[in-house]
């Protein structure tokens, strides 16, 4: 079955400090993958995406991620954070348009990002 | 451009009341799709439209619909309301159908009681 695992919930770093957001991935080709970041009742906003080629995709906010084939793993880091940046993120992955799935994107758990000053 | 809309942003109905939820995607937008997000079970897709015609649909009881307008505008009808659909409802758009990034709106806060 298709399905997104982010390992952590719960997160805290201090402000400054470097993060990385682990998502893991079971699916049967390689998806299109997604970031998004979810502030308290808000939507959810995209920050990166990747469908092939260069497997280190640059974002919005000074967000990159890294599409790691071996591992079915796509993590997003930042290399400095900002208390700005608390917040809920998400993993999600899409089938691509030859697997007939429609616009369906599935989503990991969710990871909450605290930041300490 | 505009971001997606979604109307009403909050609403408290009965159990057994029905409701309809709206939202109009961004300019150009051809793809609507809905999720349910509740903190036990998560982000859930619901269903999908694409020009007029659903592609696909989550794995949620027939008391959940959907219907697109030929102005890509959406809406979702939730029927005979039970507690356990107490959610926010977001609805995403994207220019293209297949998996593609998709732009959410803020979210439509179902209170059910």
């Known amino acids: 079955a298709q399905s997104v695992t982010q390992p952590d919930i719960h997160i805290t770093v201090s402000e400054g400090a470097s993060l990385e957001l682990r998502c893991n991935y079971s699916y049967g080709a390689t998806p299109y993958l997604f970031w998004y970041v979810q502030s308290p009742g808000q939507g959810l906003q995209l920050l990166l995406k990747?469908?092939?080629?260069?497997?280190l995709v640059q974002g919005i906010k000074g967000f990159e991620a890294e599409f790691k084939r071996s591992q079915s793993s796509f993590n997003l880091r930042k290399p400095s954070v900002h208390w700005s940046d608390a917040a809920e993120y998400f993993c999600a992955v899409g089938a691509g348009p030859k697997y007939n799935q429609g616009g369906k994107l599935i989503f990991g758990q969710g990871t909450e990002l605290s930041v300490k000053p | 451009k505009a971001g997606v809309t979604q109307t009403p942003r909050y609403l408290i109905k009965t159990r057994g009341q029905q409701v309809t939820l709206s939202c109009s995607p961004i300019s150009g937008h051809r793809s609507v799709s809905w999720y349910q997000q509740t903190p036990g079970q998560g982000l859930q897709f619901l269903f999908e439209?694409?020009?007029?015609?659903?592609?696909n649909k989550g794995n949620f009881p027939g008391r959940f619909s959907g219907r697109q307008f030929s102005n890509s505008r959406s809406e979702m009808n939730v029927s005979t309301l039970e507690l356990g659909d107490s959610a926010l409802y977001l609805c995403a758009s994207s220019p293209r159908t297949g998996g593609y990034e998709q732009y959410f709106g803020p979210g439509t806060r179902l209170t059910v009681t």
């Open positions: 439209y694409f020009s007029e015609t659903q592609r």
């Open positions: 990747y469908f092939s080629g260069d497997t």
